[in-house]
């Protein structure tokens, strides 16, 4: 069984609930104390073993490539003041061993659009998508936990899930699992009502996929807006390929809204020692 080595990161939203702030920066650039939302992201994988980064994105997100680009200007003069520690820091931005490659989505066609532009950066592997909006602090690797799942079970998808509060279900898309394999998906449902929820297992923003998923986005029909869901192409995949749901260990933070993207920052400035 192969191992996961290949991560698609999906980059190429507007990020219009940041608006004015993300009117010229990323929303993905916007920073947790002092790293932006897609090192978080980056790290993550690079703890899992992962070592092909491919992102998704738009012409007008070139900050994000600039970012993992070396800048021999920035450390030739820092170390010339001798600031070594943040020359370790500019240097480390890339994990060692790490590749990058950069695809433009010509139109936001939706998350499973973005995912079906990676396909030939991908091939025929398995892989990872990371949301960077879902900032998870565990005390490992939240997709290595997902890698991990899917090495015991031989193969097959794995999507993280966390519950949430019942009103609350019209902002995910929901699981439903077999009664008699408890991490057994049988039924996802993008968005429900509270009332027509088939539980409170909501799915978030981080993945790992057989290379047979992008045949289901192929056949997905576009929905509101022209978009490709990637929720109908996991639906759609259930008769297929069996797919598993993973508790991950740590907290999540939705930092595509403000709420959450304060508290994030909040938490992880604690957590480096600031007193707030």
Known sequence: MQPVRKAVFPVAGLGTRFLPATKAIP???????????????VEEASRAGITDMVFVTSPSKKAIEDHFRPCPKLE???????????LKLVRGICPKGA????IE???PLGLGHAVLCAQKAIGNNPFAVILPDDLVDAPQSCIGELCEARSRCSGGNVIAVED???EETSK?????????EPELVVGLVEKPKPENAPSTLAVIGRYVFE?????ELKKVKPGVGGEIQLTDAMASSLSSTPMRVCRFKGRR?????????IAATVHFARKAGFTI
Do not use: H
Request: negative net charge.
């Open 27 to 41: 929303k993905e650039m916007l920073p947790i104390v002092d790293k932006p939302l897609i090192q978080y992201a």
């Open 76 to 86: 030739a003069e820092l170390e010339k003041k001798g600031k070594k520690d943040l």
């Open 99 to 102: 590749s990058f490659t950069f």
């Open 105 to 107: 989505q010509d139109a």
């Open 164 to 166: 949430v509060p019942k």
């Open 172 to 180: 995910y898309g929901i699981a439903s699992l077999d009664k008699n």
């Open 211 to 215: 290379p047979d998923i992008f045949e």
């Open 253 to 261: 933070f939705d930092c595509g809204s403000k709420q959450g993207f």
